[in-house]
């Protein structure tokens, strides 16, 4: 990845990247949660660039909603750039825009992670559940614990 990064100005400036270089990393990420257990609600998806404020509100890349089907839903992230990302799911059995948590800061909704990572002593770390996306349309499963 660093010799690309090194000879990405050198390539541009000699004309020779290839004009599909954007189009390739920029791409379709779909979040396949499985394991919901009732329809009621929806899931949400955050997905986190990097290890800084990964899990926390309002500090992932992006976010999505997606309603719930026979236990399934799954979150889209359209036009997203190649790179390294994590994914946070919750059930909001109530609409919640924000996971609930209860004693030891255990969630009391349904909750997942990019890379079905696990989390007997307490949520994943970044490392754990980042996974690398080289764009193009991707479908990343997600199974829920409750």
């Not at 919901?36 to 660039?49: A, E, I, K, P, Q």
């Not at 800084?52 to 500090?59: I, L, Y």
Request: hydrophobic content about 40%; some cysteine.
């Amino acid at each position: 990845m660093r010799t690309i990064t090194a000879c990405l100005p050198l390539a541009l400036a000699l004309g020779l990247w290839p004009a599909t270089a954007n189009a390739q990393s920029a791409g379709r990420l779909g979040v396949l949660v499985t394991g919901v257990r009732n329809d009621n609600g929806s899931v949400r998806c955050g997905l986190y660039s990097s290890a800084a404020g990964f899990r926390e509100p309002g500090r992932e890349f992006r976010g999505a909603a997606a309603p719930i089907k026979n236990g399934r839903a799954t979150c889209i992230f359209p036009g997203l750039p190649a790179g390294k990302y994590a994914v946070a799911v919750f059930h909001a059995e109530q609409n919640e825009r924000q996971i609930e948590t209860g004693m030891f800061g255990k969630p009391k909704q349904g909750y997942g992670f990019s890379g079905n990572p696990a989390s007997s002593f307490g949520p994943p770390s970044f490392a754990s559940a980042a996974f690398d996306y080289n764009g193009g349309s991707l479908t990343l499963p997600v199974r829920l614990t409750y």
